[in-house]
Every structure is written in C-alpha cells, then in structure tokens.
C-alpha cells in the first residue's frame, strides 16, 4: 500500500510538473529567438553591401528593385525604377506570362541604358527566387520574340513606304530569340517552357502592347544573367557593356545561401544572420518601411540588438504622428507578439510589445524621398490625354493643385475637400480579399462621377491608398466604358490595362479586383442590351 501511494504521488507530481519540451518545438523556439528585428535589418545591411559592390562593376546601369523585397537592398536614391515579377509565374508546372505585370518600362529603361541590374532575395535554400530563375527569362524571351517577329513584319513591307523608323528598326541582325534559363533549372522543365513560348509570344502581341516602341529602344536582345553572393567575378575581367551582344538584364540575389556562418560579429554585437531578410516585411518590420530603414539606418544599426526595437518604435511612431498631422489615416502599429509563454526559459527574450509605442516626443522629420513614388518621382500618373491621373493617397500632397475634381477610393484617408461638392466623391473601397464586390458596388458611382466631369473637360484624380491597384481597376473600368469600347470582352480589357500600365509605370492590379471590373463592364452591357 506504501508503495502504490508513493507511486501515485510521483506520478501526480510528474503530471504538476512542466512538460518535457520536444525538439521540434525548441527548434522553433531557437527560430524564432534568432529571427529578431535587429537580425533580420542587420542581415539586410550585410547583403545591401554586396548589391553595392556588383552595382559599382557596371555603373552606368540602373538599378531596379523587384517590389517588394528589393526595395530593402537598396537606398532610395539609388533605385533607378521599380519593377514586379512574381516568383509563383515561375513555379514549376505553373509557368506564366503576365499581361497585368509587363513590366514594358523596365524593357524601355534597358533599352536606353544599354541594361540593368534588378535586385531581390530570397529565403534559405534557393541562390535565387523563382522570380529570377524562371519568370523573368521567361519575360526576356516573349519580348525579343514579339520585337524579332515586328522587325520581320516592317522589313517585308514595300521600300517605297519604308522611314525612318523603319530603318532604324532593321539595323540589328542575328537577333537571339531563344530562352536562356540558369543550368540549375531541369532540362525537362526547360523543354516544357520552351514549348509555350510560341503562345505567350502570341498573347503578348495580341494584348495591345506597344511593340514598336520596344523595336526602337532595344538594338540588341534582353538576355538576363545571374550573380549571387558564391559568383566569382575576376575584377580585371570585367566585360564592358559595348562587348556584349544582348541587353544584359543582370540579376543579383542580395542574399547568401547554402554553407555561410550564420552566427556573425561586428566591433560590438554578435548577430545571428537571416538569408532573404526582407521578404515578407509585415511578419518582422513592424511598421518600418524600406524608406525609413535607410534614413536612420545608421542609428538603428548602431543602436545594437537591445535598443533596436524601441528605436524602430520611436521612428515608426514619429512618421505616424507626421501623416496624421497631414490629416492622413495614421492608426498606431500593431506588431505580432512573439508566441513565447511565461516558463519559455532560455528561449524567451521577454519581447511581449503588441503596439508600438514613442520613445519620446521629438517632432518628425521628412525627407523628399518620403514623398517619392515612383522611380521618376512622379506623385500623378496621367494616363495618356484621358484627363485621368491616378495616385496614392499618401503621397498627392501638393500635385492636388494640378486636378479639377477628385474620386477618393481610399477607405482609410481623407483629401481636403475642393471648392465645389460637385468636385469630390468619396467612394470607400477595399480590395477583394476583404470584399468580394467592394468594387463592382461602387463603380456605378465612380462611371457616373467620371463621365459628368470629363464632359465637362475637368481633369480627374483618381486615388487610393497605394495608387497600384483599386485606382487603377477604377481607372481601367472609366476609360473602358466610357471612351471607345462597345464589345466587352476579357481580349478588349487587357488591352485596355496595357494602356493604363503604360502610363502608370508602379501598376499592380490584382486578379480579384480585375474580376470585379470585368463583371460591372458584362453587367452593364446587358443592362444596355435589356
């Protein structure tokens, strides 16, 4: 009896005690300790140096950072453009070209720069994302064949009509229009891109693009090429761009990968490094932005790992307090509480902050570079001689001057009011993620706005919160119904978005708000029909 109740004791107090902790649950632990803020803007600064050194071997090319990713890797008055390329039209078995992301002013720059330098990361395991690998000589190869097929189209045209233009587009020969892909990249997969070239070629030319401007900018073939962190690169054998017979369209992956010490050490701070650092900000910058990074980028890497999260508090909350005095929408950030409990032990590190909070009341500086928005510096798009701009809420500050009336579309901020009520709607909306039909119930109004005001000959802004996509489908749906299109048809629409994307160069339209502009444009062709 003795024995049974000592037993019975020592099994409660084994079931009292804490539990035994696995190895999968301290290796997420060990995870997350090292995936700190510190870390992860250290590891930025880190690989940003080794963009540094490759952009100072061709500095007469631009630099272009593939959103949003590229953006940390870069100080802003370095980036020469921004460009988007999606790493899943590069998954395998689910290769694609995008006619919402053509990325034609990237193909322009490349052009008239004799090249260019994209950037961007990604996460261990890969020397290069999808996005390099496959999406954008996938991208480069549709293009030069769209240009070569032109080219063979204006040279069998009669010498009598021939211009110009013309000669100057005939003056390159043997223009390369193969798929040049990395040699990791599987013969297998490499065969079954090669067998859709044809049809996305077809499709590119069918969209409405403006080849002939890429005819005439582009002497040579794009061709991508890849330098990661393990290229070795002979600095006395550095080819000259006039040598090369392509477009080189070089890409860098900022980030280490495979065998590197992720355990590292400055003068002061030990640093655990983090391959692929900036991609996917929203789980660790806890509001920081690219812009604001490299701005006080000095401070908070000086600061060390124990200041570091108050500081990107107190800079996060400075440029808050600074847009909101602009009578922008300014919420106070809410960071993701580390998911550590209270007997964490040596894996907690005490981190349970849920809103970023001021260190103190300084008043906040602004730069230019915080107004930028584009790799121009534009803050309105014109779309061609429509008479309608998009924007970005954030960012119009002044260029209202330049607009008549104005179609807010932005649910979280408000633009000073115009002279005439007339002048101004507010049309709350969201993207689809948040609303399946936020957009298809206010296009009505926004069509209607829109038509009374540019009859009139009234210059329209159109904005939303980022200027990328809800002001851009409504843009899209304005110029569709009301200019020159009777057939409504997904062919005619596409077209129509090249023609937005042409002008609104930072376009970033998604499928679900696409979807949304296609069924109001169907729904309001039957409604004409009844």
């Known amino acids: 009896m003795a024995a049974a109740a000592a037993s019975s004791e020592s099994a409660d107090a084994a079931a009292a005690g804490p539990s035994t902790l696995s190895i999968y649950k301290a290796a997420r632990r060990i995870k997350r300790r090292e995936s700190t803020l510190y870390n992860a803007l250290r590891s930025v600064a880190d690989d940003a140096a080794f963009v540094a050194e490759i952009a100072a071997l061709w500095p007469a090319l631009p630099l272009v950072a593939n959103l949003r990713c590229g953006l940390w890797y870069l100080p802003p008055r370095a980036v020469a453009a921004t460009c988007?390329?999606?790493?899943?039209?590069?998954?395998?078995?689910?290769?694609?070209?995008?006619?919402?992301?053509?990325?034609?002013?990237?193909?322009?720059?490349?052009?008239?720069?004799?090249?260019?330098?994209?950037?961007?990361?990604?996460?261990?395991?890969?020397?290069?994302?999808?996005?390099?690998?496959?999406?954008?000589?996938?991208?480069?190869?549709?293009?030069?064949?769209?240009?070569?097929?032109?080219?063979?189209?204006?040279?069998?045209?009669?010498?009598?009509?021939?211009?110009?233009?013309?000669?100057?587009?005939?003056?390159?020969?043997?223009?390369?229009?193969?798929?040049?892909?990395?040699?990791?990249?599987?013969?297998?997969?490499?065969?079954?891109?090669?067998?859709?070239?044809?049809?996305?070629?077809?499709?590119?030319?069918?969209?409405?693009?403006?080849?002939?401007?890429?005819?005439?900018?582009?002497?040579?073939?794009?061709?991508?090429?890849?330098?990661?962190?393990?290229?070795?690169?002979?600095?006395?054998?550095?080819?000259?761009?006039?040598?090369?017979?392509?477009?080189?369209?070089?890409?860098?992956?900022?980030?280490?990968?495979?065998?590197?010490?992720?355990?590292?050490?400055?003068?002061?701070?030990?640093?655990?490094?983090?391959?692929?650092?900036?991609?996917?900000?929203?789980?660790?910058?806890?509001?920081?932005?690219?812009?604001?990074?490299?701005?006080?980028?000095?401070?908070?890497?000086?600061?060390?790992?124990?200041?570091?999260?108050?500081?990107?508090?107190?800079?996060?909350?400075k440029d808050r307090v600074y847009r909101a005095q602009r009578g922008e929408y300014s919420p106070q950030i809410t960071a993701k509480p580390l998911k550590c409990s209270s007997h964490d032990g040596p894996f907690s590190n005490g981190d349970h902050t849920s809103i970023v909070q001021p260190m103190d009341s300084d008043p906040p500086t602004v730069t230019a570079m915080d107004k930028q928005n584009s790799s121009d510096g534009h803050i309105l798009f014109w779309i061609g001689t429509s008479n309608l701009a998009v924007a970005s809420t954030l960012q119009v500050g002044d260029s209202l001057a330049e607009v008549d009336c104005i179609l807010n579309c932005d649910s979280t901020s408000n633009l000073p009011l115009t002279s005439s009520e007339n002048s101004y709607l507010e049309l709350p909306m969201v993207g689809s993620k948040d609303d399946r039909f936020s957009l298809m119930k206010?296009?009505?109004?926004?069509?209607?706005?829109?038509?009374?005001?540019?009859?009139?000959?009234?210059?329209?802004?159109?904005?939303?919160?980022?200027?990328?996509?809800?002001?851009?489908?409504?843009?899209?749906?304005?110029?569709?119904?009301?200019?020159?299109?009777?057939?409504?048809?997904?062919?005619?629409?596409?077209?129509?978005?090249v023609f937005v994307c042409k002008y609104a160069v930072n376009a970033r339209p998604s499928r679900g708000n696409l979807k949304q502009v296609y069924g109001f444009l169907c729904s309001e062709k039957e409604q004409f029909l009844v």
């Open 442 to 497: 206010n296009l009505p109004k926004a069509v209607s706005f829109a038509n009374r005001n540019l009859i009139a000959g009234k210059k329209l802004l159109i904005c939303c919160q980022n200027g990328e996509d809800i002001s851009i489908c409504v843009a899209l749906a304005i110029i569709t119904r009301l200019f020159d299109c009777d057939d409504v048809t997904k062919l005619e629409m596409r077209k129509r978005l």
């Open 84 to 317: 988007y390329f999606k790493s899943t039209d590069g998954h395998a078995g689910n290769w694609a070209f995008s006619t919402a992301r053509l990325n034609l002013h990237l193909a322009l720059l490349a052009g008239e720069r004799g090249g260019c330098i994209i950037v961007d990361s990604t996460r261990r395991g890969k020397r290069f994302p999808d996005s390099m690998s496959k999406t954008i000589p996938i991208w480069c190869c549709v293009l030069n064949r769209a240009i070569e097929r032109y080219r063979l189209q204006t040279n069998n045209k009669s010498a009598a009509v021939a211009n110009k233009d013309t000669e100057k587009i005939s003056e390159s020969s043997n223009w390369d229009n193969s798929v040049h892909l990395p040699v990791w990249v599987l013969e297998t997969e490499k065969n079954a891109i090669e067998g859709r070239i044809e049809e996305w070629t077809t499709q590119f030319e069918s969209c409405g693009a403006d080849i002939r401007s890429l005819a005439l900018s582009l002497k040579k073939p794009l061709r991508p090429l890849w330098i990661s962190q393990r290229t070795r690169i002979w600095l006395n054998e550095v080819p000259e761009l006039e040598s090369w017979d392509f477009t080189p369209i070089i890409l860098v992956s900022a980030s280490a990968s495979g065998a590197v010490a992720p355990q590292r050490m400055t003068s002061e701070f030990s640093w655990h490094y983090i391959p692929g650092a900036g991609d996917d900000e929203e789980s660790w910058a806890r509001g920081l932005t690219p812009t604001l990074f490299w701005k006080h980028s000095y401070d908070l890497l000086d600061g060390g790992p124990d200041l570091c999260n108050q500081l990107v508090a107190d800079i996060v909350e």
